[in-house]
């Protein structure tokens, strides 16, 4: 499956390598298509997600007999002739009402997808709320609450958070400048208890405002400006786990080699580790090293007194004789 035809032209081996694995990717596209049947609540909340998601996004308005639970080929085409690794479903039927699926795909190949069920009944548009909207392509906060999404385990929430997160973060930006901070999107779910239905996912869009404070950091205060969406979960697909591992893979040079034994610590600083081997003080030199060396003075006195006690010992031993005078 994830076999690659070889170029045969140089014009085919340039489109090929502008397809593969880049240090810096563009950002992820999204296609909203439309299947056999639909509903006012999904045309709006198709609406509603489009604008959040502009301009990195493409929508066709022709229906589409499209299931991608049976048969993906329809997605797949349609993935690679408009270049877009996201693509969100919109089907409505008496078993499955008001249903968006949420495709993401790896060379133009179904990667992961999962059906997420509006509740008609908490749905609340984006128009319904009077008060200014975020510039398009802004970069929103995204917050998740609750302990299903940090489940270690593969589940339909984390598979959930992982398709929402690549859905509405946009494009990767080294700096953001805060006043670009405009609206957050905070999504939340409760702890599933044996004998209920599962938690439905809660998404919902704040605009953040800074007032004063009267101190040097402002006041924050937030603001709901819509769409709100209750989801239930449906039927997922998860990644194949060859898949996967190529679809995470990083190109050569996109990370930087790592240093043995250096470190930063929690204030920014370089913090690094020497290792010393072990050190046998007997065999140090110690008699050459400068602190340990004594003055001249003190050598030229100690030469002197050596040799006065060595002259008087001499004197001592030997016991000269008399010479004898000539008669």
């Known amino acids: 499956m994830l076999k690659q035809a070889k170029p045969k032209n140089a014009r085919a081996k340039r489109a090929m390598e502008k397809r593969e694995p880049q240090q810096h990717e563009n950002p992820k596209t999204t296609l909203f298509l439309t299947g056999a049947k639909s ?3 999904l045309k709006l909340a198709v609406a509603d997600l489009a604008s959040l998601k502009r301009p990195f996004m493409e929508r066709f308005s022709k229906k589409n007999d ?14 690679m002739k408009n270049d877009t690794s996201l693509l969100v479903l919109s089907l409505h039927s008496k078993k499955r009402p008001h249903c968006l699926t949420f495709v993401r795909t790896f060379d133009y190949k179904i990667l992961d997808m ?3 069920y509006i509740n008609p009944d908490t749905f609340r548009q984006l128009q319904q709320f009077k008060n200014k909207k975020p510039g398009v392509g802004l970069k929103p906060l995204i917050s998740f609450h609750g302990t299903v999404f940090e489940d ?7 598979l959930a958070k992982s398709l929402l997160l690549d859905f509405f973060k946009g494009s990767d930006t080294p700096e953001v400048d805060v006043s670009g901070l405009q609206y957050l999107i905070s999504i939340s779910a409760e702890e599933e208890e044996e ?4 938690p439905q ?21 937030v603001e709901e400006m819509g769409p709100r969406i209750d989801f239930r979960l449906g039927r997922e697909k998860y990644a194949d786990t060859d898949m996967l591992k190529a679809a995470l893979k990083t190109p050569k040079g996109n990370t930087e080699r790592t ?28 008699r050459k090293m400068k602190g340990l060396k004594r003055s001249r003075d003190a050598l030229i006195t100690d030469m002197g007194d050596e040799a006065m006690e060595d002259a ?16």
């Open 152 to 158: 270690p385990n593969q589940t339909k929430y984390t």
């Open 195 to 198: 004998g209920l239905p599962a």
């Open 201 to 221: 996912i809660h998404i919902r869009c704040y605009l953040i405002k800074t007032k004063r404070s009267g101190q040097k950091l402002p006041r924050v205060e």
């Open 114 to 116: 999962l059906e997420l």
């Open 312 to 327: 008087e010992t001499d004197a001592d031993d030997e016991i000269p004789t008399p010479k004898k005078s000539k008669a």
């Open 259 to 286: 240093k043995k034994n250096i470190n930063t610590d929690i204030m920014g600083d370089k913090v690094g580790k020497i290792h010393v081997g072990k050190q046998d003080l007997g065999t140090m030199q110690t």
């Open 39 to 41: 509903s006012s609540i």
């Open 66 to 79: 499209v299931h991608p639970f049976d048969d993906a080929s329809s997605l797949e085409f349609f993935a």
